[in-house]
Nanobody, 115 residues
């Protein structure tokens, strides 16, 4: 059974930082691509950051330079470091694995940025 469990969300003031974590089990993690998505009320889930197995990454323009995705294959973990947070970053953040092992999602963690 594939499981992705996010943690690290919460309430933070604008300009602050948060570190999100995602623990993955049930797949051969090292073979999977990983990503973080965000969903806000009334909107579709949007891709924030994606890390490919070859080491390349892509980021949503609005988070470039502020968010950093990383992974630890030895621990089956995915991380999202978020700096200089803005109120518009508020939403539910989802961890995703893709490619080898299928397309899998966590339950989401709420991030709220106050102005």
């Amino acid at each position: 059974q594939v499981q992705l469990v996010e943690s690290g969300g919460g309430l933070v003031q604008a300009g602050g930082s948060l570190n999100l974590s995602c623990r993955v089990s049930g797949i051969i993690f090292g073979r999977a691509g990983v990503a973080w998505y965000r969903q806000t009320p009334g909107n579709e889930r949007e891709l924030l950051a994606r890390l490919f197995n070859h080491g390349g990454s892509v980021y949503l323009d609005s988070v470039k330079g502020r968010f950093t995705i990383s992974r630890d294959n030895a621990k089956n973990m995915v991380y999202l470091r978020m700096d200089s947070l803005k109120p518009e970053d508020t939403g539910i953040y989802y961890c995703n694995t893709n490619g080898d092992g299928g397309n899998n999602w966590g339950q989401g963690t709420q991030v709220t940025v106050s102005s």
